[in-house]
């Protein structure tokens, strides 16, 4: 069982930056698919950016060169690092877990780009 726990969401202007972070419990964190999806209102809930246990990375389109993600396995977390934030990133932004059949989710982090 791994419990996901996010933070570091708020109200930043556009332009503006936002790291998150999401801290891991549980045993055998580094195995784990780490990923970031976001999900706006009336909106599907889709994947931001994902790495794997060696350390590879993907991004949707809309992250790519404006957003890194990044795992510390010594501290059980991952992180989203996110600049030159818009408008349109407005979303919940969630932490998933994955490793063969199993799949956990945090409970979401608020994050608003607005002037």
């Known amino acids: 069982q791994v419990q996901l726990v996010e933070s570091g969401g708020g109200l930043v202007q556009p332009g503006g930056s936002l790291r998150l972070s999401c801290a891991a419990s549980?045993?055998?964190?580094?195995?784990?698919?780490m990923g970031w999806y976001r999900q706006a209102p009336g909106n599907q809930r889709e994947l931001v950016a994902g790495i794997a246990s060696g350390g590879s990375t993907q991004y949707a389109d809309s992250a790519t060169g404006r957003f890194t993600i990044s795992r510390d396995n010594a501290k059980n977390t991952v992180y989203l690092q996110m600049n030159s934030l818009k408008p349109e990133d407005t979303a919940v932004y969630y932490c998933n877990a994955k490793y063969g059949s199993r799949n956990y989710w945090g409970q979401g982090t608020q994050v608003t780009v607005s002037s």
């Open positions: 549980g045993s055998y964190f580094s195995i784990y698919i």
